[in-house]
Structure formats: structure tokens, C-alpha cells
């Protein structure tokens, strides 16, 4: 599949003499030899790597309590160990009700997720409606969002990893091979008879997808840094603990991402089973027999690092080779067990960033990663399952209660049953009354319960199937509403800035893998638009700003109306704005809120660009009436053309018939276009009149209007003409 063409990368000014570039190679090995200084260096790294992993090694033990909090497992932490394993989920609930609150306040049910704002006033729809099309296929609301959220009141931080992926698929369709002859240099099939034939293709598909992290899977360095690119520029590195199956190191060597040499050594240490890297937690395998699956297979530990290295070249006159004296450069290495590289590469992405973005859930000065919400409240948790489980106990003795019995007065066994008769004296056989313990339990649970959710910030309306119990009035309903809207969008503002960095990814990656012809043929004219309004990183970051908008939907329903009346003051302000030498355009704001309303897709069609009437090539018309797609006729098309070119596609046939609803539209644009010719003639011929009159409706020029007629009376009333026969005296008349 050809990614790219080549007449993105040659200059305007000379098309020659770069037509035969390629784009960069950025997937050159770089380690070398095995006595390289490059691998000199990279041993050294690893050694870093492994004290850093084993420095954060305590906040991944605390993070598997976390883990245990939620999941509802009970662990050595609890103080009290009777019979009773009771677990309430406190914790659960209160994750379970933010992830739920947050994910729909950043998908709102419009649709609408992203935002682009452009330094030209213009926004690429096609671009975003692509984006949203990419949402919806990797289910990011309830795949990434929903887990993103839960890891980061657990462990206190978001990471996340973008990739693009492709996957091949064969697809099987009937075709009609018959008498075919060549028009307008295409082979088209002729009328006669048709043999039907099955035909099978491949295709290839590639779409962005986003990985949710585990925090201790993850190590940036220096730990002091602010952000994932300080850390970067600064010497640091970015580490992401991978663990490969073997098929997943195949796959790797087949993709040139791992040596063949070194991945075939690794293949046979995992037969032998080799793990490495012992430093790291395996939260996967936990939370996989958390929920009843054991987790088992051949597993390497492999290290997915992202660092600076001096490197010389520019990937196409020259390949990139390591060098002490070369410019720093961002590279991806990774380390298989034993800490023995496995391969280096230049950063394969064009825009040239680290795939992972990581953020804090709340920022600490001087430190890199966050503190975990649930940690001031664990305590807590443990506080209520050893109040329920005392009570529960409690309650079991209170149910089978201990007998004190005189030995001297009966050796016979006492048997307890309904209307049961005991032959010993009544004063020697007494049974211990234990204390019921359940009021103070549910006391203990409903304080832990009210002190968690005021910690996490949860509130009655966020829980299913309760309310609060008190009388308020309306307007304190209407206060918490909006205190609990301001809270939720700033809590939200974190992950809103993360999904902001993913959408930029998403076009960036767009622009450097995806098919331009496969788009077509998959969305017809939305494809061909975004075809010509490929993005490339450079205007990603400066021409075009993508940004996630789902969250400010709740938020900006009040602004739109103030712009709405905003607007209105304006218009009726022009005559001392242009007095001033300001000028009002709506435009900008006509298409902002078009595509608020409507959506990336129907927007361009409710508010059409000028550039949308541009002519389109009727061949390439053809082939999209031939693949189903339903197109609209262009104001600036040659219709005479365009017939001829859709009646020789109609000889083939027109079983879907949108190539007849084309062609009717275009006799239709032909008949409005000779009106308007007709119109434009009648008019210059009345303003060839020396004395032309005025238009309809209005009145003469230097002629006085008239009074506006009287408001019309209400029913029964008397006219003024009838008011002597009803007895009243006459109305005088205006002379």
C-alpha cells in the first residue's frame, strides 16, 4: 500500500530535482556491531533503568493494595481476622460513579467531541469528521476513557500510548465480466451478456488506537521533572515495561522493529523460560486473576525506552548512524531480558514526539508523577470491613449462644429444639447473651462511607437509585447542580488535555499512514475532501490547533446564548463601528456554531465553504457513482461535460441509481443556470431605461409614506361608519 506520495515532500520551486525523494527512513537499525559504542552506552542505560524501576517499587506495592480496594479483596491489611470475609465496596462505588460522571460529561450524547481552531478562521470538517470516525471505531468512550479514569483514582496518574496499527482483510463481492471497451482512457464494460463472477480483493485498514497503562509499568526520568518533554530534553528517558507472547516477538521481528539475530535468542530463552526483569509488577496478571482468569504462557519482560541520542544523517541522503558528535535525537529502544539490547531505531514518527502521554490526576511541584486519591482513604476502607465483619460475627454467636451448666446436676446432654424437655434443675443451666453488635457496625460503615465519598467528591446524584434525604428548595437543588457541574469540569480538565494530545496524534498519524484512495473509495466525497485537507504535523501544531470539546459542551450552553445577543447588540451597532474602522464578520462565528449544532459531517453541507463548489473531475465522479456514493452537483461544473462523461458510465448500468439521480440534478442545474442567464438579460435591458421605475413594493423616489394602517380592533367591536345606527354620536373624519 503506497502511504504516501511523492509530491508531498518536492518544493515548489524545484519539482525536478527532488522528484526521485523518498520520505525519511526512519527504521534503520542503529545498534551496530556488538563492540559499538552505541551498545557501550545502552548497557549503561539499562543499569539507570533497573535502580529507577527498583526506586518506585514501593508506590507499585502500594498501588496492588489499591488494586485490592477496589477489586473487593480482602488482604493482610485488615485488622481484625475472624470467620466473616465481608467486603464492602465503598471504594468501588465511588470509582464507579466518577469514571461514570466524567466519561459523559467528555462524550456528550450531541456527538460532537473535537474542536479545531484554525489561525485562518477556517475549520478542516472532513479532518474531524475522520477524527470522530476514528473515535467511534476504537470505542474510545468505553475502551480508553472509562479505564483511563479508574487507573488515575487508583494509581494517582493517566498513561496512555498511541500507535498505528493496519490489519488486512479479504473481501469476496460479485462482478459482472462481459464485452468491455476503452472510453476516455478507462475500460468500461459494454452492454451485453454478463457472466457473474466472484472477485476477491485485499484491503488494508489502519486506524489509531490507545493503549491505557499501568503507572507501574511506566518510568520517566529524571523523577523531578515537570513534563514528559523537560524530562526528554533534559538527558532523561521515558520507559514503558512491555511483556511479549512469542508470537508477539515474531511479529516484531517481522516488523523490522526487533534484530532477527537477537529476537531468534530471545525466542529460545522463552522456551527455556526466561522472564527478566524482575524488578517490574505485573499488575496485569493480578487484575486477569482478580477476575477468575489465570494468566499463563511464555512471557518476556521487554523495556520500551524513548530517550535522546546523538545521532549523524538525515534519513535520506544520508541513513542515521550513531555519533558522539551528531545532533540529539529522539530514538526508541528496546531491552529484553538480561538487559541486553534488542534493537534502535530513529523515532519512526514523523512528528517526531514520544507516543506517551503522561499526566499527574493532581500535580505536585517538583515531582514528575501524582499522588493516588485513594491512598488518605484506605484506611478508611479497612475501617468498614472490620466493622461489618465484626458485626457479622457478632450476629453468627448471637445465633448459636454458649451454655453454662452445674456438672453436679445432670450429666445428661442438653439438646436444643423447638418444645424440646430439659430434665435439670432451672437454675443450673444459663445462656450467655452476646451484645448485638450490627447498630454500632452500620454506624462505622455509613461514617467511613460519607468521609470516602467527601474525599473522592462524590454526591448523592451521582449514584444510582439515591437521593439526598433532606428538604431543600429549589434553589438549593439548582447550587449543588452547579457546584457539581464546576467540579466535575475541573476535574475533568486533566484528562480534557490529555485527549486534546491524542486528537493532535490522530491527525498526525493520519496524515503519515492513511491510504488517500482507500479513503475515497470507504467515504466517497467526505474521503476526497479530507484528501486535499491533509494536515501535516508542522501545520498540526502551528496552522491548526485540535483540541477535545466534549467537555465544555455542558459549560458553553450559556456562553452561546451570550454570544447569541452579543451578536445582536453588534449588527444593530455597525453604523458607529465602521465610523470607528471596525468591521463585523459573522462567519467565523456562523461556523463554529454550524458545526456545534450539526456535527463535522452535515455542518458542511448546512453552511457551505466557497471552496466547495469547485468542479470535481467527472471521471473521478464516475467511480464513485460506480461505487454507490450519492453526489451533489457543483456550481462551477462544465454540466454538458460532465452528461456526456455519466452516460457513457450508464451503458455499464445503474443498479443503485444514483448515476440517473446525478444526471437529473445536473439537467436541473442546467435549466436554474439559464433562468439566471434570463434574469441578468431582463435586468440590464431595465437598466438601459432613462428613467427606470421603482421596484415593486416600493414607493417613488422624493414620495412620502404613507401612515400605518390602525391596529385592528378587537372582536365585536363597532366600526367607526356604523357608530350613529348603534346610537352613539358620528366619528369626525380626517379631512
Not at 25 to 35: F, N, P, T, W
Amino acid at each position: 500500500m503506497s502511504l504516501v506520495s511523492d509530491a508531498e515532500f518536492m518544493p515548489a520551486d524545484e519539482p525536478s530535482a527532488l522528484a526521485e525523494k523518498r520520505p525519511p527512513r526512519r527504521d534503520a537499525d542503529l545498534l551496530g556491531r556488538r563492540d559499538s559504542p552505541l551498545r557501550r552506552r545502552l548497557e549503561k542505560l539499562a543499569d539507570t533503568i533497573a535502580k529507577g524501576f527498583h526506586d518506585q517499587s514501593e508506590r507499585s506495592d502500594a498501588q496492588m493494595d489499591y488494586w485490592d480496594a477496589y477489586n473487593c479483596v480482602l488482604n493482610s491489611q485488615q485488622f481484625y481476622d475472624g470467620d466473616a470475609q465481608i467486603f464492602i465496596p465503598i471504594i468501588r462505588d465511588a470509582i464507579e460513579a466518577r469514571a461514570t460522571r466524567f466519561v459523559n460529561q467528555l462524550f456528550p450524547p450531541g456527538g460532537r467531541y473535537v474542536e479545531a481552531v484554525a489561525t485562518d478562521g477556517t475549520q478542516p470538517f472532513s479532518i474531524i469528521a475522520l477524527i470522530d470516525h476514528y473515535i467511534r471505531a476504537g470505542k474510545l468512550d468505553t475502551l480508553v476513557a472509562k479505564a483511563l479514569v479508574r487507573n488515575g483514582d487508583i494509581e494517582g496518574h493517566y498513561n496512555i500510548c498511541i500507535d498505528w496499527v493496519e490489519w488486512e482483510r479479504q473481501i469476496v463481492s460479485r462482478q459482472a465480466s462481459g464485452p468491455q471497451a476503452q472510453i476516455a482512457g478507462q475500460m468500461m464494460q459494454m452492454p451485453g451478456e454478463d457472466v457473474v463472477d466472484i472477485v476477491s480483493e485485499d484491503i488494508t485498514e489502519g486506524m489509531p488506537v490507545i493503549e491505557v497503562l499501568h503507572d507501574s509499568d511506566v518510568l520517566v526520568m529524571p523523577a523531578s521533572a515537570d513534563t514528559l518533554s523537560e524530562a526528554l530534553h533534559a538527558g532523561g528517558m521515558a520507559v514503558i515495561a512491555r511483556r511479549w507472547s512469542k508470537s508477539k516477538l515474531e511479529q516484531m521481528i517481522e516488523r523490522d522493529d526487533v534484530r532477527g539475530e537477537e529476537g531468534d535468542a530471545l525466542l529460545e530463552e522463552m522456551e527455556a523460560g526466561a522472564k527478566g526483569h524482575s524488578e517490574n509488577r505485573d499488575v496485569e496478571k493480578k487484575l486477569a486473576e482478580d477476575v477468575g482468569i489465570q494468566k499463563k504462557g511464555a512471557e518476556a519482560v521487554v523495556w520500551e525506552v524513548w530517550t535522546m541520542l546523538p545521532l549523524d544523517g538525515d534519513g535520506i541522503d544520508k541513513p542515521f548512524r550513531y555519533s558522539e558528535k551528531g545532533e540529539r535525537r529522539l530514538c526508541r529502544v528496546y531491552f529484553g531480558p538480561g538487559r541486553r539490547p534488542l534493537g534502535c531505531v530513529r523515532n519512526p514518527n514523523w512528528n517526531d514526539c514520544c507516543p506517551l502521554l503522561s499526566e499527574p490526576v493532581q500535580k505536585i511541584s517538583g515531582v514528575f508523577k501524582g499522588k493516588s486519591p485513594v491512598e488518605p482513604i484506605i484506611s478508611l476502607q479497612y475501617e468498614a470491613n472490620d466493622a461489618a465483619n465484626e458485626g457479622a460475627d457478632a450476629a453468627h454467636y448471637a445465633a448459636a449462644p454458649v451454655v453454662f451448666r452445674d456438672p453436679s446436676a445432670s450429666s445428661q446432654p442438653i439438646i436444643l429444639n423447638i418444645g424440646a424437655i430439659i430434665d435439670v434443675p432451672p437454675n443450673s443451666v444459663q445462656f450467655a447473651q452476646f451484645p448485638d453488635l450490627t447498630p454500632r457496625a452500620m454506624t462505622r460503615i455509613q461514617y467511613c462511607t460519607q468521609a470516602i465519598f467527601q474525599s473522592l467528591g462524590v454526591n448523592p446524584s451521582m449514584l444510582p437509585q439515591q437521593t439526598s434525604s433532606s428538604r431543600r428548595n429549589q434553589a438549593q437543588v439548582a447550587q449543588e447542580q452547579q457546584v457539581d457541574l464546576l467540579t466535575t469540569a475541573e476535574a475533568v480538565r486533566v484528562l480534557s488535555g490529555i485527549l486534546s494530545d491524542a486528537v493532535a496524534w490522530f491527525v498526525d498519524l493520519d496524515y503519515q499512514h492513511r491510504d488517500a484512495d482507500l479513503a475515497v473509495r470507504a467515504f466517497g466525497e467526505m474521503g476526497e475532501r479530507a484528501k486535499m485537507e491533509a494536515v501535516p504535523p508542522l501545520q498540526n501544531r502551528d496552522r491548526y490547533e485540535f483540541r477535545w470539546w466534549g467537555n465544555e459542551a455542558a459549560r458553553n450552553a450559556q456562553q452561546q446564548q451570550q454570544q447569541i445577543g452579543w451578536l445582536n447588540v453588534a449588527q444593530s451597532l455597525m453604523p458607529v463601528l465602521q465610523q470607528q474602522g471596525y468591521e463585523l464578520d459573522i462567519a467565523p462565528v456562523l461556523e463554529a456554531s454550524a458545526g456545534a449544532v450539526f456535527g463535522p459531517r452535515m455542518a458542511p453541507l448546512v453552511l457551505k465553504n466557497i471552496k466547495s463548489k469547485l468542479s470535481m473531475d467527472p471521471q473521478l465522479e464516475n467511480e464513485l457513482l460506480a461505487t454507490g456514493f450519492e453526489l451533489p452537483t457543483h456550481a462551477l461544473d462544465e454540466d454538458q461535460q460532465h452528461m456526456q462523461a455519466h452516460q457513457q458510465v450508464m451503458q455499464m448500468g445503474d443498479p443503485t441509481g444514483v448515476i440517473r439521480v446525478h444526471m437529473m440534478r445536473h439537467v436541473a442545474q442546467m435549466k436554474m443556470k439559464q433562468q439566471a442567464q434570463m434574469q441578468q438579460a431582463m435586468q440590464q435591458q431595465m437598466a438601459g431605461r432613462d428613467q427606470p421605475g421603482p421596484p415593486p413594493g416600493r414607493p417613488q423616489p422624493g414620495a412620502t409614506p404613507g401612515q400605518p394602517r390602525p391596529a385592528k380592533g378587537p372582536p365585536g367591536m363597532i366600526h367607526r361608519d356604523r357608530m350613529p345606527m348603534a346610537g352613539a354620536l358620528p366619528m369626525p373624519r380626517k379631512t
